[in-house]
């Protein structure tokens, strides 16, 4: 194992790091975990094999948003230095059952839940949505995600999207049945093998499909896509740079007021780390009636929900003090109405804190396309 520790000293320079902390003063979860990144690259550095390391149970607990690297003044990307650590757990065959259960599914079954591939496309049934898998020609590739595809909550944001670009006069297709996982969580659960496979597989397939252009629902999607598939040729944006658009040309239009308080919630995939800040918002307050209240956090501040990095697929090493629910707290205190977001992970994780905070009766979760659907 002590080559293997080398390996991560030389391919991270960990030797660079000189302790400022940033990177763990800057970290979410270090507000609850004992994961503690400037330990760990310190640790690495120091130790003589990575038998320590890889029994650290709260490596599960990073949700690689990226503030560490993004906040780094040596340039370091410690979070690749977890999902680092991560694939040498996969190679051991050392993980959570419930990574085991995910990884799988991915494999299988083009999705992380391990849900039937052939019904992947029931949530669009109604919708009347072109297949380019099957032939048809359209302007753009609507990526719908597995969350979009299987959780009935999110499906409900997918249907708002859809209609909203049909009624717009969008051109845009689907993949159906033969759209499959982008790998996103894979990969950063660690199985860079799997990963791998389903990029080369989905680039092959957008290319077949004659794909030039696309929009995806999830910022996971948007992100592995934009920057970590190879040679990834296609022009891709989230649906908020769409939506947006389309508003601003006045293809979108609203016919009724929606007297609520809203504020947003920056997902890191989205903002972090594309820093796609200012479109979401000038959807929402470009809705008549809203008034738009900002989080104390909001943008490069924002707080993450705890969905990223795999964790909706392995829970924390202390699952007490979420994040999520510090989030309702602050929207409950700000007296707001609704809390509005673009990411699917986002949406649940923070709608189950809801509950779980007792909050029911105070505060919604909404995705930012059902805002728009209610005003239309």
Not at 57 to 64: K, P
Not at 246 to 251: D, H, N, P, R, V
Request: glycine share 6%.
């Amino acid at each position: 194992m002590q080559n293997t520790t080398q390996e991560l000293i030389t391919k991270f320079e960990l030797a660079k790091c000189f302790q400022c902390g940033k990177c763990t003063s800057g970290c979410p979860v270090s507000l609850k975990s004992v994961l503690n990144i400037r330990r760990l690259m310190r640790e690495v550095l120091l130790s003589p094999d990575t038998s320590n390391i890889l029994a650290k149970t709260d490596l599960w607990d990073c949700t690689t948003c990226q503030t560490c690297t993004l906040r780094c003044p040596r340039g370091l990307k410690p979070h690749e230095l977890v999902i680092a650590i991560r694939s040498l757990l996969v190679e051991e065959g050392n993980l959570p059952k419930t990574v085991i259960d995910a990884l799988e599914g991915v494999y299988k079954h083009g999705n992380p839940w391990g849900r039937a591939r052939g019904k992947r496309s029931e949530w669009a049934a109604e919708l009347n949505i072109k297949n380019v898998a099957e032939g048809a020609h359209a302007d753009l590739l609507y990526f719908a995600c597995c969350a979009t595809a299987y959780d009935p909550r999110v499906q409900e944001m997918g249907k708002a999207l859809v209609k909203t670009l049909t009624a717009a006069g969008v051109d845009f297709g689907f993949l159906g049945n033969q759209e499959t996982c982008c790998a996103s969580e894979s990969r950063r659960m660690g199985e860079e093998g799997l990963f791998e496979m389903v990029s080369e597989d989905n680039l092959k397939l957008f290319h077949d499909c004659g794909i030039t252009k696309m929009f995806t629902t999830s910022p996971h999607c948007y992100n592995t896509f934009k920057n970590e598939y190879k040679d990834f040729d296609i022009e891709v944006k989230h649906y908020t740079q769409i939506v947006s658009e389309l508003i601003q040309e006045g293809k979108i239009k609203f016919s009724r007021d929606i007297n609520l308080k809203v504020t947003y919630h920056d997902p890191c995939y989205l903002g972090k780390q594309n820093k796609i800040f200012d479109e979401p918002r000038s959807i929402i307050q470009a809705i008549p009636g809203i008034t738009f209240i900002e989080f104390d956090r909001n943008r490069e501040r924002s707080l993450c929900c705890e969905g990223g990095g795999g964790r909706m697929f392995v829970e924390a090493s202390n699952s007490e003090g979420r994040l999520a629910e510090t989030r309702i707290k602050d929207a409950v205190s700000m007296g707001v109405d609704v809390i509005a977001t673009a990411c699917p992970f986002c949406l649940l994780n923070l709608e189950d804190a809801v509950k779980t905070t007792g909050n029911t009766d105070k505060v919604v979760i909404k995705d930012i396309m059902e805002l728009v659907a209610d005003a239309i």
